[in-house]
């Protein structure tokens, strides 16, 4: 973009000044003669000399006329030596007198240089406090300005998020044709709130509905308005519409909108007047400008949940739009887009990858590609297949593998009857995803071995057997140590804990206790998209609290039962696939497949090995 310049009177009047300035000291230079001081004492001693005026360096005087005539001679101009020639000019009855040094470039130098100097020292730090946004810029809005060419990103980079595309895609077309809505009296919504997990692309879908509508996209994030002076969010907001209005059509997005939105008067003691006055300000914004003018207001967030009720009330933020984990067709979507940018070999399955990361967000398959083009550089290979992928996975997974990590073979054939105990369980029985891996190499910080399951599609709803299986299937580790070596280990402590999560909130959440029946007992609701949040207190009786440990404490020890009843049915089974592991350290493939179809012939099958295993617990107890 070419730099316009200005035109500005002040340019001429300098040039003037510059061109008469010089034309003065030319002049001046030309009409005076300089001449010896010996030269000069010879002519007034011969009465050459008519007038002369003598300053502290030179002396400047007329010649006598050579014609007689009354007017000055010629001008000279000589050093001055001798300080004391008042006698020689009184005996030749020459006119002299003193004159002070007046050098008007250097005067003039030395005004212009300093203010020139101080105006340049001015205007860089203006600029600087500009840049920087510093003391006299603190009411402006610090967001991002990308004009129509800076928006590189289009609905077809959002890939696994098509039922959003399709909500904005009314946006796109009101900034693009707004005539057609404004003819039959319809308004687009003033304000537009995307709400889903963390790395679900958000963001992402803003700037591509800029990028479709080809208008202004003004980006900034919630906490950009909030600072330690009261007065200043407030003031930035109103200066972000002011000016996105005198750029309408255009898109404002506040990423984070929890961080400005938050409820007022919620956990704090007295509040915080600034966030409240930039909350209150925005929400005269939303109220104040006319959605027809083309200013559409886009904000994001993950915790939807804290939000001020006042900012979601319709004619604010009107529309909700979810941008939820994507499916397996939706990662497999994203996971294309991603492999299509870096050098891939032909065996490469985004389907088969898919099913391997369920649960996964656009921001961690693209981490995953990247791990896995990292992993081919690594092994100097100049593209990168379908082995590096599943390598990224396990990776991502369950951590950095660590070969060096020297574990004595006690330890190590605990750590690979316990991994098969998970294994064996997951196999036997019915609804449980399948195994994919079984290993007793350490990996992460923590893991000294690990059984990896992946589901084969995505599941939305958990029924109470799956979740009993599930539960089995973790304490599975357990029951085979315990079965074994008649000793238990520490290498569990990750399996009980999530196994009694599952547990407490198939008694607490679920209703899945015939004892508590249908009673919602948790004590606060979860975020909606950020996972448990910590436990308040209790909301009901310590009877009912001792009920529910009780349950919990049934249901770990039912599926502790079955768990122990499928393995002691697979005891030979369990040895045998040990050793190997303890010789190859990874089980997979057709292995895998063998183990599996030897677990199911040798165990029997669903609620058979849970009735034994219940009523086998029942006669011990």
Known sequence: MKKQHRFSIWYVLMGVWAVLLLHNLIASALMVKT???????????????AEIAISENDIRGWMVPTDGS????????????????????????????????????????????????????????????QQQSGVMTVGKNKAKIYMEDDVPFRFKDAAGVDEAKQELEEVTSFLKEPERYTRVGGQIPRGILLVGPPGTGKTLLAKAVAGESGVPFFSLSGSEFVEMFVGLGAARVRDLFKEAKTKAPCIIFIDELDALGKAR???????????????????????????????????????????????????????????????????ADILKIYIDRVETE????????????????????????????????????????????????????????????????????????????????????????????????????????????????????????????RIATLLGGRAAEALVFNDISTGAHNDLSRATDTA??????????????????????????????????SAYSEETARLIDEEVRRII?????????????????????????????????????DLAQAVRQAAPAGEDIRSAAVEADTIAA
């Open 504 to 537: 407490s909130s198939m008694v607490k959440e679920y209703g899945m206790s015939e004892r508590l029946g249908q009673v919602y007992f948790a004590p606060k609701r979860s975020a909606q998209f950020l996972g448990p949040m910590p436990d308040t207190g």
């Open 557 to 593: 020890d039912e599926q502790y039962a079955v768990a122990m009843a499928i393995l002691r049915e697979n005891k030979g089974l369990l040895d045998k696939t040990a050793r190997q592991l303890l010789k190859d350290e990874v089980i997979d493939g057709a292995a895998l497949a």
């Open 265 to 331: 008067g919620v956990g704090m003691a007295g509040g915080h007047d600034e966030r409240e006055q930039t909350l209150n300000q925005l929400l005269v914004e939303l109220d104040g400008f006319d959605p027809n003018v083309g200013v559409i207001l886009m904000a994001a967030t993950n915790r939807p949940e804290i939000l001020d009720p006042a900012l979601l009330r319709p004619g604010r933020f009107d529309r909700q739009v979810l941008v939820d984990r994507p499916d397996k067709k939706g990662r």
């Open 70 to 129: 009354s007017e000055k001679g010629d001008m000279f101009r000589t050093v001055r030596v001798d300080p004391d020639i008042s006698q020689l000019l009184e005996e030749n009855n020459v006119q002299y007198s003193g004159r002070i040094e007046s050098n008007f470039l250097g005067t003039l130098m030395s005004w212009v240089i300093p203010i020139a100097l101080f105006f340049g020292i001015w205007l860089f730090m203006m600029r600087r406090f």
């Open 346 to 469: 032909s065996d490469i399955d985004a389907e088969k990858i898919a099913g391997m990361t369920s649960g996964m967000v656009g921001a961690d398959l693209a981490n995953l590609v990247n791990e896995a083009a990292l992993l081919a550089v690594r092994r100097d290979k100049s593209r990168l297949g379908m082995a590096e992928i599943e390598e990224a996975v396990e990776r991502v997974v369950a951590g950095l593998e660590k070969k060096n990590r020297l574990i004595n073979p006690e330890e190590k054939e605990i750590v690979a009857y316990h991994e098969l105990g998970h294994a064996i369980v997951a196999m036997a029985l019915p609804g449980t995803d399948p195994v994919q891996k079984i290993s007793i190499v350490p990996r992460g910080i923590a893991a000294l071995g690990y059984t990896m399951q992946v589901p084969t599609e995505d599941r939305f709803l958990m029924r109470k057997t799956e979740l009993n299986n």
């Open 35 to 49: 001449i010896p001081y010996s030269e000069f004492i010879k002519m007034v001693k011969e009465g050459q000399v």
